[in-house]
Nanobody, 122 residues
Framework: QVQLVESGGGLVQPGGSLTLSCVFS????????MGWFRQAPGEQRELVAR???????IYGDSVKGRFTASRDNAKSTMFLQMNSLKPEDTATYYC????????????????WGQGTQVTVSS
């Protein structure tokens, strides 16, 4: 069974940086497409970044130019480098894994981690 464990969240001031990690276990990481999603209270879950098996990455419009997602297949880990953080980036950040690219982020497909909280506030 695939397991995903996110870490790296916390409280940061506006303009600051954080790096999130998602450690994958229970299967072969390189066979999975991966994604970062976030959900703020009262809001729908939204795409932050999607990293395909081959490394091709797309970003949500609200984070383009500020966030960088990457994966290290040797470590079975996906990362999210977040720079120039804004209060509106405050949310719980989740990682997702799916073997079909179009299934990344689907609520009932693939696998989800438990999330890590990011709070951007002065």
């Amino acid at each position: 069974q695939v397991q995903l464990v996110e870490s790296g969240g916390g409280l940061v001031q506006p303009g600051g940086s954080l790096t999130l990690s998602c450690v994958f276990s229970g299967s072969i990481f390189r066979n999975y497409h991966m994604g970062w999603f976030r959900q703020a209270p009262g809001e729908q879950r939204e795409l932050v970044a999607r990293v395909a098996r081959g490394g091709t990455t797309i970003y949500g419009d609200s984070v383009k130019g500020r966030f960088t997602a990457s994966r290290d297949n040797a470590k079975s880990t996906m990362f999210l480098q977040m720079n120039s953080l804004k209060p509106e980036d405050t949310a719980t950040y989740y990682c997702n894994a799916a073997t079909v690219l179009s299934a990344v982020g689907h609520p009932t497909s693939g696998f989800w981690g438990q999330g890590t909280q990011v709070t951007v506030s002065s």
